[in-house]
């Protein structure tokens, strides 16, 4: 099955510079990688997705990069803020099976 | 539109009871995923209902933890003879298969096990 590795477990950044976590993924034929990002308490909740037709995507502050060759993805937070702060899931989906594998997060935290 | 949504909230029972957990799913989402979070970890897959096909229980940790759908909507996840460590925050998720793979999420039901 397909095994998401995912990296750094936390990461801790100062207010205003970029954030970047990357996945990787092992079967090749995931076609679908979303994003969670997780409030402590609260629900995850979908950031941005990518489809392995796209190399990347942006929204407003945060973008995505696929590499389907090396079979990685990335989520890039820039001009981080406070509110950034939570545990962002990454996960890799493929139609076949229709199960989406979780990375097991990273916990970011932006100091003021 | 209505989210999905999960009940109880919280949930604490003692050791050896059997707990139901419901999910009320985005209504004409043919697809519903219940998943695992233990404290500080991340989502752990258990099963997966679509449409009429038999789930997916390929996740379930042991034959206490079953679920079933019924009318292809509301789901229950029933944990039989609870123990410490199911204690957990079990997530539902549903999606439009075959339309939007995305997957929404419930607030959860956090269980302690006592």
């Known amino acids: 099955g397909e095994n998401v590795e995912q990296h750094p477990s936390t990461l801790s950044v100062q207010e205003g510079d970029s954030a970047v976590i990357k996945c990787t993924y092992s079967d090749s034929a995931s076609n679908y990688f979303p994003w969670y990002k997780q409030e402590l308490g609260k629900r995850p909740q979908l950031i941005i997705d990518i489809r392995s037709n796209v190399g990347e995507k942006k929204d407003q502050r945060i973008a995505v990069t696929l590499n389907k060759t090396a079979k990685h993805f990335s989520l890039h937070i820039t001009e981080t803020q406070p509110e950034d702060s939570a545990v962002y899931f990454c996960a890799a989906f493929k139609a076949a099976g229709n199960k989406l594998t979780f990375g097991g997060g990273t916990r970011v935290l932006v100091k003021p | ?114």
């Open chain 2, 1 to 114: 539109g209505a989210g999905v949504s999960q009940s109880p909230s919280n949930k604490v029972t003692e050791k050896g009871k059997d707990v139901e957990l419901r999910c009320d799913p985005i209504s004409g989402h043919t697809a519903l995923y219940w998943y695992r979070q233990s404290l500080g970890q991340g989502l752990e897959f258990l099963i997966y209902f679509q449409g009429n096909s038999a789930p997916d229980k390929s996740g379930l940790p042991s034959d206490r933890f079953s679920a079933e759908r019924t009318g292809g909507s509301v789901s229950t996840l029933t944990i039989q003879r609870t123990q410490q460590e199911d204690s957990a925050v079990y997530l539902c998720a549903s999606s439009l298969v075959g339309v939007l793979e995305t997957q929404y999420f419930g607030p959860g039901t956090r269980l302690l096990v006592l």
